[in-house]
T-cell receptor, first 115, second 118 residues
C-alpha cells in the first residue's frame, strides 16, 4: 500500500523559532519520489522540493531544509527562524512509479507562526 | 503564461443538479489530475489522465466523470450533485519526458474551485 502520514495536524510557533514538519511514507516501490508543497492562506499550492529514492542527501534552501531518511521512511521539513509568511498548510506527497504515475498526498500540517 | 486555469472559481448547486468544472493548461502537459480538498483529509485524487483521450480513476471517483478530448483541457463532471461533494477542487498538470528521472515531477495547480452543494 502507498501512504503518506503527516501526524501533526497543526503546529504553532513564535516567530524566529525553528520548526520541523514530519512526513512518514509507505511504499513497496524501490524507485519513488517525495515532495513538499505549501498552501498559503490564499489557497494556491506551491511546489517546494522533490527528492528521489536514490538520493538521501539532505537539502538546504535558505531557511528551509529537508531530511530524507530511507531507514525510517521519513522526509521531514525544517524551517529555521520561522517568519509569519511561513504560515500555511504544508503537504508531503509521494509519487509512485508502479503503473501510472499518481501522487499520494498526506493530510497536511497547518503551521501558524505568531508574531 | 496562464498556467493552469480552472473555471468556475465558485459555484453553488442544489442537490441533484449537474455541472462541469473546466481545467485548461497551456503548458502542453501530458498528465492532468483532479483532486478534492476537504478539511482534515488533505488532497484526494478523483480522476487523472495520462494523455489526450485517456482517463483513469483515482482514490475517490464515485459521483464524478471526466473527459480529456483535447490535450489542454480536462473536464470534471458531476451528474447529480450531492452535499458530500461540497469541497474545493483542484486541477493539476505535469510535464513528463517519459523518463521519470529526468522530470522535476512538479505538479502545477490551478487556483481551485469552491463548490457548495445545498
Amino acid at each position: 500500500a502507498q501512504k503518506v502520514t503527516q501526524a501533526q495536524t497543526e503546529i504553532s510557533v513564535v516567530e524566529k523559532e525553528d520548526v520541523t514538519l514530519d512526513c512518514v511514507y509507505e511504499t513497496r516501490d524501490t524507485t519513488y519520489y517525495l515532495f513538499w508543497y505549501k498552501q498559503p492562506p490564499s489557497g494556491e499550492l506551491v511546489f517546494l522540493i522533490r527528492r528521489n529514492s536514490f538520493d538521501e542527501q539532505n537539502e538546504i534552501s535558505g531557511r528551509y531544509s529537508w531530511n530524507f531518511q530511507k531507514s525510517t521512511s521519513s522526509f521531514n521539513f525544517t524551517i529555521t527562524a520561522s517568519q509569519v509568511v511561513d504560515s500555511a498548510v504544508y503537504f508531503c506527497a509521494l509519487l509512485t512509479t508502479s503503473g501510472t504515475y499518481k501522487y499520494i498526498f498526506g493530510t497536511g500540517t497547518r503551521l501558524k507562526v505568531l508574531a | 503564461n496562464a498556467g493552469v486555469t480552472q473555471t468556475p472559481k465558485f459555484r453553488v448547486l442544489k442537490t441533484g443538479q449537474s455541472m462541469t468544472l473546466l481545467c485548461a493548461q497551456d503548458m502542453n502537459h501530458e498528465y492532468m489530475y483532479w483532486y478534492r480538498q476537504d478539511p482534515g483529509m488533505g488532497l484526494r485524487l478523483i480522476h487523472y489522465s495520462v494523455g489526450e483521450g485517456t482517463t483513469a480513476k483515482g482514490e475517490v471517483p464515485d459521483g464524478y466523470n471526466v473527459s480529456r478530448l483535447k490535450k489542454q483541457n480536462f473536464l470534471l463532471g458531476l451528474e447529480s450533485a450531492a452535499p458530500s461533494q461540497t469541497s474545493v477542487y483542484f486541477c493539476a498538470s505535469r510535464w513528463t519526458s517519459g523518463r521519470e528521472s529526468l522530470n522535476t515531477g512538479e505538479l502545477f495547480f490551478g487556483e481551485g474551485s469552491r463548490l457548495t452543494v445545498l
